[in-house]
């Protein structure tokens, strides 16, 4: 039986890609970033592998992680959000989308970009970042905050030591590895 993530995930058609090519890897695009966060705050109390599944129709619901134009949406987006079967239609959780949203544009305009913002608060650990995402934006609970800085980087533990990814994400230099 699988012990990790990287155990499991070889052979595995969505979970191979992810963690090959995006899980814990240093990440510095703003819509990806928000992407991220969004899917993160969505797989709460399912399944990554739910979420993978569904990640095209997230994309295409929330047009394509545009912070600004999810920013901006109102009621009929929302209605249309509620609405689609390819996505969580947890009224929670697309609030939580659109209000961080709106954070993170504030975010942008003071620190020139999301990671900017991380870069400014890394090093700290699981338990301050938890503390600091709670202040700054919606449905960010200690297990959604751990995995979105693990799933980029800010905090170590995406792959074990044994996994072929831990040493190319390392050599990517992750915020975790520099803090060491």
């Given at each position: 039986m699988a012990t990790t993530y990287c155990d499991a995930a070889p052979g595995h058609p969505f979970h191979e890609p992810y963690h090959d090519t995006e899980y814990g890897f240093p990440?510095?695009?703003?819509?990806?970033?928000?992407?991220?966060?969004?899917?993160?705050?969505?797989?709460?109390?399912?399944?990554?592998?739910?979420?993978?599944?569904?990640?095209p129709a997230f994309t295409a619901a929330y047009d394509g992680f545009d912070i600004d134009k999810v920013a901006a949406y109102g009621e009929a987006e929302v209605a249309r959000l509620l609405g689609d079967p390819g996505i969580i239609r947890n009224r929670l959780k697309v609030a939580a989308a659109i209000e961080n949203a709106?954070?993170?544009?504030?975010?942008?305009?003071?620190?020139?970009?999301?990671?900017?913002?991380?870069?400014?608060?890394?090093?700290?650990?699981?338990?301050?970042?938890?503390?600091?995402?709670?202040?700054?934006?919606?449905?960010?609970?200690?297990?959604?905050?751990?995995?979105?800085?693990?799933?980029?980087?800010?905090?170590?533990?995406?792959?074990?030591?044994?996994?072929?990814?831990?040493?190319t994400v390392l050599a990517l230099k992750p915020a975790w590895a520099a803090a060491r």
């Open positions: 990440q510095r695009d703003d819509r990806v970033l928000f992407e991220r966060l969004v899917l993160e705050i969505n797989q709460a109390g399912l399944s990554w592998l739910t979420i993978l599944k569904k990640r709106k954070r993170l544009q504030v975010i942008i305009a003071e620190h020139g970009s999301f990671a900017g913002w991380l870069d400014k608060h890394h090093p700290l650990d699981k338990a301050g970042w938890v503390k600091l995402f709670g202040q700054t934006f919606r449905f960010t609970g200690g297990e959604i905050v751990g995995e979105f800085l693990m799933s980029l980087g800010y905090l170590p533990g995406a792959h074990a030591p044994h996994c072929p990814q831990y040493k």
